[in-house]
C-alpha cells in the first residue's frame, strides 16, 4: 500500500480520496475548506494543517482542483508543492486544465527532477462515488505504469494517450464531440416532434439508423423517452452546463494553438454560454434540448 497526498477534496476528489482509503492507502489530505477536510478524517484520512504536509514521504500526489490558475500555483505558485516534493514522488493532476497549463507544470517539475503525470477524468461525481472513473493519462511509459497501480483503486478504465498534456487534449475533443451530439441530436428531435412525430419512436428509429450515437442511445435530451436520465428529471444534473462550457472553452483554446478548424465546436460552447446567460448554468448539459424545444 502506498501513501498518497491528495488536494482538492470537493464533488470529485472527496469520494476519489475516500476511495483510495477504502483500498487501504495511507491517505493525506489537503483543502481550503475545514468542512471538506473532516469529512475525509470520517473516511479515515489525515489531515493537513497546510499543503507542504502533504508531501512529506509520499509516493504519489494527487490533485483534483478546479481549474488552471489553482494547479498552476498549488504546484509551482509560491511557496507552491515544488519547494517540498520529494523526487521519488509522482505527481498525478486529475484536474481538467488547458493542456500548456499541464505542461507548464510538468516541465517545471521535471526541472526540480519531479514526475509529473496529467490524468483528467470522465465519468463524473457518480463515477467518483463508485471508483468506475475513466483517466486519460498524459506522461512517460514508465510514469503511466506507476501512475496506473493508485489509478485502479479510483476508475474502471485507464488510457495512456500520449506524452504530457495529451490526457487534457484527449478528454476535451472527446466533450467537444460529446456537447455537438447533444446540440444536434436535440435538434433532430425536436423537429420530428415539430412534424408531429413520437419522440420515442423517432428515437427508436435514429437508434436503428445512421444517427445512431451515445446521447440518444444512453443520455436521451427529450424528456420521457429513457428513465433514470436528466431529462426525464428536470435536468437534474449529471454533467453541468457550467462544466461543459469551462471543457468548451478549453477546447477553443487548444483549437487557437494548432490553428485547427473546430466551427462545430465554437457553435457548442456558444449555445452552452447563452444556456448560462439564460440561467441554465447549474442545470444539466442535456437541457440544451430547451433551446429547441420551448417556442414562445
Ligand atoms: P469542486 O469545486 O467541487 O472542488 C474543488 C475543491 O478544490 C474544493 O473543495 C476547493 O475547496 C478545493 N480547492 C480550491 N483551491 C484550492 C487550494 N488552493 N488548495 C486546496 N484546495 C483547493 O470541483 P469538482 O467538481 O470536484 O471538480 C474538480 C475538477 O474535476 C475540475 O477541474 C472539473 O472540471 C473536473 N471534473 C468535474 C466533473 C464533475 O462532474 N464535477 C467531472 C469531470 C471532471
Excluded at 64 to 81: C, F
Excluded at 260 to 273: E, F, Q, V
Aim: with cysteine.
Amino acid at each position: 500500500m502506498a501513501k498518497l497526498g491528495f488536494i482538492g477534496l470537493g464533488n470529485m476528489g472527496g469520494p476519489m480520496a475516500a476511495n483510495l482509503v477504502k483500498a487501504g492507502h495511507q491517505v493525506t489530505v489537503f483543502d481550503l475548506s475545514a468542512e471538506a477536510l473532516k469529512q475525509l478524517e470520517a473516511h479515515g484520512a489525515v489531515a493537513a494543517d497546510n499543503v507542504s504536509d502533504v508531501c512529506a514521504g509520499a509516493d504519489f500526489v494527487i490533485s483534483m482542483l478546479p481549474a488552471s490558475k489553482h494547479v498552476r500555483m498549488i504546484y509551482t505558485g509560491e511557496d507552491g508543492l515544488i519547494n517540498y516534493l520529494e523526487k521519488s514522488t509522482l505527481v498525478i493532476d486529475c484536474s481538467t486544465i488547458d493542456a500548456e497549463s499541464a505542461q507548464f507544470v510538468g516541465n517545471t517539475l521535471a526541472q526540480a527532477g519531479i514526475a509529473f503525470v496529467d490524468a483528467p477524468v470522465s465519468g463524473g461525481v457518480a463515477g467518483a462515488a463508485a471508483g468506475t472513473l475513466t483517466f486519460i493519462v498524459g506522461g512517460s511509459d514508465a510514469d503511466f505504469n506507476k501512475a496506473q497501480t493508485v489509478l485502479n483503486d479510483m476508475g474502471k478504465n485507464i488510457f495512456h494517450a500520449g506524452a504530457v498534456g495529451a490526457g487534457q487534449v484527449a478528454k476535451i475533443c472527446n466533450n467537444m464531440l460529446l456537447s455537438i451530439l447533444m446540440a444536434g441530436t436535440s435538434e433532430a428531435l425536436q423537429m420530428g416532434v415539430d412534424h408531429g412525430l413520437d419522440p420515442k419512436v423517432l428515437s427508436e428509429i435514429m437508434l436503428n439508423s445512421s444517427g445512431r450515437n451515445w446521447t440518444l442511445e444512453l443520455y436521451n435530451p427529450c424528456p420521457d423517452v429513457l428513465e433514470n436520465v436528466p431529462s426525464s428529471n428536470g435536468y437534474k444534473p449529471g454533467f453541468m452546463v457550467d462544466l461543459m462550457a469551462k471543457d468548451l472553452g478549453l477546447a477553443m483554446q487548444a483549437a487557437q494553438q494548432t490553428n485547427s478548424a473546430t466551427p462545430m465546436g465554437a457553435l457548442a460552447k456558444n449555445l452552452y454560454n447563452l444556456m448560462q446567460n439564460q440561467g441554465s448554468g447549474s442545470e444539466d448539459f442535456s437541457a440544451i434540448f430547451k433551446l429547441y424545444s420551448q417556442k414562445q
